[in-house]
């Protein structure tokens, strides 16, 4: 008998994931205004602050993957919550840059293993013929999150101040923390394998991970900047921005899993990539605040419509018992995507306009379309398992 897709796990471990991802972006265009009005932060400095959460990260993914796919999957992923709630609680207590950027560290550890093992747990429970919508509807917690985080932690750190904001993180983390613990997923046996640098990365995941990195660089562009961007234009509506970059990624995500189960896996990784491409240059040249929302709305669709899909394909491209492994390798194409991005982004920021930096984005997703085409989606054709 085929499992079910709304089990009492992935609800709650979907629920779980959206309280997760709420406190995630409730920080990304806040710290950035935090650090520059309260601590006096340069942008290039801010860059390196917000790309150390992305370096941590990366360097703890390919030891995450032992760690899935040899131990306790549920626990792993327990235990790493509980310890990312932890760091939310220092962030109250840090007022230097030093102490941020060896907190953004050590949190971005922890955070890794936590979605490495969240992403894993997840493709466990959904049935296999089901894969790419239950993927899908997992990763709709991003753009919940996505609009809720933004929301909140502007909302609070406008009227509120940064010490109420750090407290109401904290507190959507821990409850995020507590509804997980309802999943209760039985411990399954692992096959383990001894550790080796030789298995820090799953080779049937690069060539998609590889595509993602450039795609990841360009949503970190909007993710991190897009509120000092808006700033600059003199738009006053960056909260409604991410109201419609969020609420355009939920729809590609809520229609789109269905057409990969289907086969659409070329047409919509395309599609993706050209609504992606488009976004950027549309971003970069808003001369109105109505421009600005339109170039998020078909940003949303396009990074919506590429991350669930991609993620769907690794998984389709393992056994189960190497699924911690493949994930693992693929989310380290986020995390070097975005640190990347913060630097050399905070680098440039200070040196060219924001819009150009948008403009120079759409290259690179330009860049992933090609990869995606001539290497990434043929391979995934000749090696994927059968359903």
């Known amino acids: 008998m085929e499992k079910k897709l709304w089990s009492r796990a992935f609800i709650a471990i979907v629920a779980s994931n959206v309280l997760v991802a709420s406190a995630f972006y409730a920080l990304m265009p806040t710290l950035p205004m935090y650090l520059t009005e309260s601590l006096k932060v340069d942008r290039g400095s801010i860059g390196l602050v917000m790309a150390a959460f992305s370096i941590s990260a990366i360097l703890v993914r390919p030891f995450t993957g032992h760690l899935i796919d040899n131990y306790h999957r549920f626990m792993v992923f327990i235990l790493s919550l509980f310890f990312v709630t932890v760091t939310y609680g220092c962030y109250l207590f840090v007022n230097s840059v030093f102490a941020m950027f060896v907190l953004r560290l050590v949190q971005g550890a922890i955070f890794g293993l936590c979605t490495s093992a969240g992403a894993t747990i997840v493709a466990d429970i959904i049935p296999?013929?089901?894969?790419?919508?239950?993927?899908?509807?997992?990763?709709?917690?991003?753009?919940v999150g996505m609009t809720a985080g933004p929301f909140i932690g502007l909302q609070l750190l406008r009227d509120r101040g940064a010490h109420v904001m750090f407290l109401a993180i904290l507190l959507i983390s821990l409850v995020s923390l507590v509804i997980a613990f309802w999943a209760k997923i039985p411990y399954k046996k692992a096959i383990k394998k001894k550790f080796s640098f030789a298995r820090l990365f799953h080779r049937k995941a690069l060539p998609i991970s590889i595509s993602m990195f450039?795609?990841?660089?360009?949503?970190g562009a909007i993710i991190v900047f897009v509120s000092i961007y808006?700033?600059?234009?003199?738009?006053?509506?960056?909260?409604?921005?991410?109201?419609?970059?969020?609420?355009?990624?939920?729809?590609?995500?809520?229609?789109?899993?269905?057409?990969f189960d289907k086969g659409y896996i070329f047409q919509l990784i395309v599609t993706g990539v050209a609504l992606a491409a488009v976004s950027m240059v549309w971003l970069g040249t808003a001369t109105s605040p109505t421009q600005f929302l339109i170039a998020g709305m078909i940003g949303g669709l396009g990074f919506g419509t590429l991350m669930p899909t991609c993620q769907a394909t690794v998984n389709n491209l393992v056994e189960s018992h190497e699924s911690g492994l493949a994930n693992s390798t693929y989310l380290i194409s986020y995390d070097l995507g975005l640190g990347v991005g913060a630097v050399v982004i905070g680098y440039l920021a200070d040196r060219v306009s924001l819009g150009e930096v948008y403009i120079y984005c759409a290259l690179l997703v330009a860049a992933s379309g090609a990869i995606f085409v001539l290497k990434a989606i043929p391979h995934y054709h000749a090696h994927k398992l059968r359903t």
């Open 230 to 259: 808006a700033s600059q234009k003199g738009f006053a509506n960056v909260t409604t921005f991410f109201l419609c970059f969020s609420s355009a990624v939920f729809v590609s995500r809520l229609f789109l899993g269905r057409l």
């Open 214 to 219: 450039f795609i990841m660089v360009a949503y």
């Open 128 to 143: 296999v013929t089901r894969r790419g919508e239950g993927i899908g509807i997992f990763a709709l917690s991003i753009p």
